[in-house]
């Protein structure tokens, strides 16, 4: 099987998904020592290598490559590759290399469009101080400091309309451009995560003024979101990106995608050169080669670190540029503004037909289903249901400030059984062998015929439970932005 084959293959069957995509692993690694590329990609590298990949078979229901570009006859790094692929094949990549910079949307039937990011000089001042008080560094050694920093990221529906392509998606891509920063310059144990997606009818200015106004939206929902980090995106955009420094909220434009690693590199601490030389390693660095770290300037996937040499040369310098050892000191305060939680996210987009999360992965035929924690939303107990849907009933928030019921369908999968119930326990033979546990979530409009048109928000607390193991329970905590 070539390497194109290998990757539609994983692509047409999800649910064989995992068991295909370690044999495709193996193949690209024997052959090239690359990850296969679709075509549409390869023709945006002008000829660069794909490399240092690191691939993630399933995050949130989607597959994200992430690597650098390299010129292939020096090796040197010259930008970045992320690629985010959904279940039906269609694509989101965020490309940077020299001249070609921006976002490559490639549909399921195949048909592409790349957005180029505008020029921008990233050296322009783009930050603000953070005036509210941040989390202690102590903090972080308790439950909340797992090292992922979860982002709640707010589309305006003007940023949505400009994108014309998966909200979820682009922001997982996003926040992947700047773990492969955080890869590249050696930081380990940091992770952004993508904890929520909300979407407004208003579209903010990406400005000083935007960004307190969506830290004040934000900031509130970390009790049902538990997430840490504040990112937005809106179409109006005097500069690319705003962020506080340090802090936890960045205001971004949707025409920039590579603002945001800039940006949340001020959350960081960093500011951008140093260019006097200052006693202070929390800023960016340049070579003299013309190499930029993305908080200084910004034109190669690297934050500062003098431990690591580029064309020959440390990137960084230990009194006045280590962004490596910023980030490793902040990463406890960045991942702790909410408690982790120990579950499963699942996050849905009206721009998707549907979302899904695997909930459990269990050796022998799981007898796993799924319930509702009130009977105002769903079932409350799992039963031994056959097939059909579940409908839950849950209190999203409106343009308008006002909470409104809204229906929602759900659903289980076990491997390629078919769907069940939410709350049901079947499982079909012998398929269902160690198959992982799906939980499917879907809106129609069929089901909601007296809800005024709009965006309606909100997050939705479900649990797996297994009948053979009482004891074993898991939470669901599901990110729910609808539009009516
Ligand atoms: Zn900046």
């Known amino acids: 099987m070539n390497?194109?084959?290998?990757?539609?293959?994983?692509?047409?069957?999800?649910?064989?998904?995992?068991l295909f995509a370690g044999g495709c692993t193996q193949d690209a690694a024997q052959t090239a020592g690359e990850r296969p590329l679709t075509a549409a990609v390869a023709q945006e590298l002008g000829g660069r290598r794909f490399q240092d990949i690191d691939s993630q078979a399933d995050v949130q229901g989607y597959r994200?490559?992430?690597?650098?570009?390299?010129?292939?006859?020096?090796?040197?790094?010259e930008g970045a590759l992320v690629m985010v692929t959904d279940r039906e094949g269609?694509?989101?990549?965020?490309?940077?290399?020299?001249g070609r910079r921006g976002?490559?949307?490639?549909?399921?039937?195949?048909?592409?469009?790349f957005v180029e990011e505008p020029a921008y000089d990233y050296l322009k001042p783009d930050t603000l101080a953070e005036r509210a008080a941040l989390p202690r560094a102590s903090d972080t050694s308790g439950p909340g400091s797992d090292g992922a920093i979860d982002a709640l990221v707010l589309f305006s529906k003007q940023a949505l309309a400009v994108l014309r392509s998966d909200p979820v998606a682009f922001a997982l891509a996003q926040l992947e451009m700047s773990n492969?920063?955080?890869?590249?310059?050696?930081?380990?144990?940091?992770?952004?995560?993508?904890?929520?997606?909300?979407?407004?009818?208003?579209?903010?200015?990406?400005?000083?003024?935007?960004?307190?106004?969506?830290?004040?939206?934000l900031n509130p929902l970390r009790a049902s979101y538990l997430h840490?980090?504040?990112?937005?995106?809106?179409?109006?955009?005097?500069?690319?990106?705003?962020?506080?420094?340090?802090?936890?909220?960045?205001?971004?434009s949707i025409h920039y995608p590579l603002a945001f690693r800039?940006?949340?590199?001020?959350?960081?601490?960093?500011?951008?050169?140093?260019?006097?030389?200052?006693?202070?390693?929390r800023f960016g660095y340049q070579t003299s080669g013309g190499a930029h770290t993305m908080l200084c300037g910004n034109n190669v996937p690297y934050y500062s670190n003098p431990q690591v040499s580029y064309e020959g040369r440390p990137l960084g310098n230990a009194r006045t540029a280590d962004m490596a050892r910023l980030w490793r000191e902040q990463a406890?305060?960045?991942?702790?503004?909410s408690p982790a939680f120990e579950g499963v996210r699942l996050i849905y987009v009206s721009e998707q037909p549907e979302a899904s999360a695997v909930v459990a992965t269990v050796p022998g035929r799981p007898r796993i289903g799924v319930v509702a924690l009130s009977s105002d939303v769903g079932p409350t107990s799992l039963t031994y249901g056959g097939p059909g849907m579940t409908t839950l009933t849950v209190k999203l928030t409106g343009q308008d400030g006002l909470v409104r019921p809204v229906n929602l369908r759900a659903l289980r999968q076990i491997a390629n059984c078919p769907r069940t119930t939410m709350n049901s326990t079947v499982v079909c033979h012998p398929d269902a062998d160690g198959g992982p546990v799906q939980l499917i979530v879907g809106y129609s409009a069929l089901d909601n015929p007296g809800l005024p048109p709009g965006w309606y928000n909100g997050t939705l607390m479900l649990e797996a439970r297994n009948v053979n193991d009482p004891a074993w329970k898991a939470p669901i905590l599901v990110s729910l932005a609808v539009l009516r």
């Open 3 to 18: 390497n194109v084959l290998c990757r539609k293959a994983i692509h047409g069957l999800w649910g064989a998904l995992l």
């Open 64 to 77: 994200i490559d992430s690597g650098n570009l390299a010129e292939p006859l020096s090796g040197r790094v």
């Open 90 to 98: 269609a694509l989101t990549a965020i490309i940077d290399r020299p």
């Open 103 to 113: 976002t490559l949307h490639v549909d399921k039937a195949g048909s592409r469009r």
């Open 180 to 217: 492969l920063g955080l890869r590249n310059s050696q930081v380990t144990g940091v992770k952004l995560r993508l904890g929520g997606v909300r979407v407004t009818e208003t579209d903010l200015a990406v400005d000083g003024s935007g960004l307190g106004q969506l830290q004040q939206l």
């Open 228 to 252: 840490d980090i504040n990112v937005g995106y809106f179409e109006k955009s005097p500069y690319a990106g705003m962020a506080y420094v340090p802090g936890a909220s960045s205001i971004n």
């Open 262 to 281: 800039h940006e949340v590199g001020h959350n960081a601490g960093g500011s951008h050169c140093n260019e006097n030389g200052t006693d202070n390693y």
């Open 332 to 337: 406890g305060r960045l991942s702790g503004y």
